[in-house]
């Protein structure tokens, strides 16, 4: 019988392969060699374990023989079983759990027993022209999978920000060897300056909570031949509040005063970052004393029930658990609707135009009132009558008074009849004006005008 025949599927090829390596790396080829797996080989309690080896010759065999051991530390090398060709020979003790079927060296394990860790050496011996021996060996564990793992939290009721402290523990029913690694929001976990691990890291510490601990926390617990997570759990965090805001429906906003337009009504909403949800107070108030007016993340306030043009208030958040309080103030002022209308004239003409307008408008009437009382023109006039002789006057009017009477047209023009176009009219009510009335006819008319003005105005003010 030919070694390829023999050895198949181990052919001579394989052989010649693998001495081809050996030359190349150690310069002689000693014509055996033996494969197995170089790392350690994980098996599971219970279940068969499979010990692959390879081996491959390179010279005419007559007969193969392959020895098993089992060796654990600090006892003796057990033998296990062995073969000549086809024949296998077992230790008698094992004879049930050991199986191999030669001149395929692997050896077959079943059942695999904590027991059964340890070392395995496996020695082919190839009898030809001479006897070629190899001998390898494999490192086994065993290992019971582990058991989906739970989450106990400690309070279960949960704890308060900054107060309370919690711990995580990662309860594993079954498995042997287990690594625990604990996952935020699917990350690792590390050591920090609030959070603490037990030797075997299967309790987290969290040394006080935060708001910022609040996420998905699960366990991941691991062994040579299994690993299974925990399902999430959410630590109960009591906080806040937190960003106290007041909004509303509609008005204008601008920092802390809400303005509104008379006769509508405007819906307040009080909202703050908290657990658990606050409780909502909102306060009036007005001088020095304050009231609750209602409790309760919103407020109506209806533009006509309040009395004055501007009211403040204030919206109170309490989280009854962590005991603590925030508060915003705010002043909500009511507009009329006339100047909700000037606004909206303001947005068709320019905003400069209306300015433009009012400030002349105020100009105007600045210089209308300085004038008044600078001259007060009643008084004048009146000394005017009193220090002037009849005569005067008459000769003014009649022959060369025309500088005279134009001082006098001056001040009465400006009181009565503020007028753009320089002209000097009569007030309508006493006299129609018309632009072809004579000179003539305008003195004399200007003349009765002022003697009843001074009288007039001296009652009043009187
Ligand atoms: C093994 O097989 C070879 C060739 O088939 C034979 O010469 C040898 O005697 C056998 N050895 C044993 C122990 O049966
Ligand atoms: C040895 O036997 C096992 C099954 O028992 C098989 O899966 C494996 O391929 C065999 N190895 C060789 C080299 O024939
Ligand atoms: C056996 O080995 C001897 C010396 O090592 C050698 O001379 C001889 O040719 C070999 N025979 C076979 C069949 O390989
Ligand atoms: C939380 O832990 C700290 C430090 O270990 C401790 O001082 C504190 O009393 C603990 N708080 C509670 C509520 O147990
Ligand atoms: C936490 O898990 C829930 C689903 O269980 C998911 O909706 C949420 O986005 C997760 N949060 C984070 C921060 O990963
Ligand atoms: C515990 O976890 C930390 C960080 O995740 C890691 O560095 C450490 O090796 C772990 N210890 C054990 C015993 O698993
Ligand atoms: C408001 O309170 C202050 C001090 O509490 C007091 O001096 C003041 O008189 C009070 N004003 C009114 C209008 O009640
Ligand atoms: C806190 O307030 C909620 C209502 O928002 C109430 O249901 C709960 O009983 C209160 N808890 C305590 C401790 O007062």
């Not at 060796?71 to 000549?84: A, D, Q």
């Not at 609750?292 to 009211?311: D, F, M, N, W």
């Not at 609707?337 to 300015?355: D, M, N, R």
Request: charged share 20%; glycine share 8%; aromatic share 10%.
């Amino acid at each position: 019988m030919g070694e390829d025949a023999f050895m198949e599927p181990f052919s001579s090829m394989v052989g010649v392969f693998h001495c081809k390596i050996y030359l190349l790396l150690f310069g002689t080829c000693l014509g055996l060699t033996v494969t197995v797996p170089s790392h350690t080989v994980h098996g599971i309690r219970g279940q068969a374990l499979y010990l692959p080896v390879n081996y491959g010759f390179h010279t005419l065999a007559s007969d193969i023989q392959i020895i098993w051991l089992f060796e654990r530390p600090h006892t003796m090398p057990k033998y296990l079983l062995g073969s000549v060709n086809k024949s296998v020979v077992p230790d008698l003790e094992y004879q049930h759990k050991f199986t191999m079927m030669p001149p395929n060296a692997s050896l077959l394990i079943n059942p695999l027993q904590f027991t059964d860790e340890g070392s395995y050496i496996v020695k082919v011996n190839i009898q030809g022209n001479g006897t070629l021996s190899a001998s390898q060996k494999i490192q086994v564990t065993v290992d019971d999978p582990v058991t989906k793992p739970m989450v106990q939290t400690q309070p279960s009721s949960g704890a308060v920000e900054y107060v309370g402290n919690m711990t995580l523990t990662c309860l594993v029913e079954g498995g042997t060897r287990l690594v625990y690694q604990w996952l935020k929001n699917r990350r690792p976990v590390h050591t920090s300056s609030t959070y603490s691990f037990s030797p075997q890291n299967n309790t987290l510490r969290i040394t006080p909570v935060t708001k910022g601990d609040i996420g998905n926390y699960s366990c991941l617990v691991k062994n040579a031949v299994s690993e299974m997570e925990s399902d999430i759990i959410i630590p109960t965090i009591y906080y806040g509040p937190y960003g106290l805001r007041v909004n509303s429906d509609k008005g204008l906003k601008v920092g802390e005063v809400f303005t509104i337009d008379l006769g509508e009504a405007i819906l307040f909403d009080c909202s703050a970052d908290s657990y658990p949800p606050n409780t909502y107070s909102w306060i009036r108030r007005t001088d020095n004393t304050t009231y609750v007016i209602k409790h309760g993340p919103r407020l109506e306030v209806a533009s006509e029930k309040v009395a004055q043009k501007t009211a403040d208030y204030v919206c109170c958040a309490y989280n009854n658990v962590t005991g603590r309080r925030d508060e915003t103030h705010f002043t909500v002022i009511i507009t009329s609707v006339g100047l909700e209308k000037l606004a909206q004239k303001g947005k068709s003409l320019s905003p400069l135009a209306s300015i433009t307008g009012i400030s002349l408008f105020l100009i105007i009437s600045m210089s209308l009132l300085f004038l008044w009382k600078k001259y007060q023109p009643y008084k004048v006039i009146k000394q005017k009558l009193e220090g002037r002789p009849e005569t005067e006057y008459r000769k003014a009017q009649t022959f060369s008074g025309h500088e005279d009477a134009l001082y006098d047209f001056g001040i009465y023009e400006f009181v009565a009849f503020p007028d753009a176009s320089g002209v000097p009219r009569m007030p309508s009510s006493s006299v129609p004006a018309s632009d072809g009335v004579s000179g003539q006819d305008l003195h004399s008319t200007i003349y009765e005008v002022i003697q009843h003005i001074p009288s007039q105005q001296q009652d009043h003010a009187e």
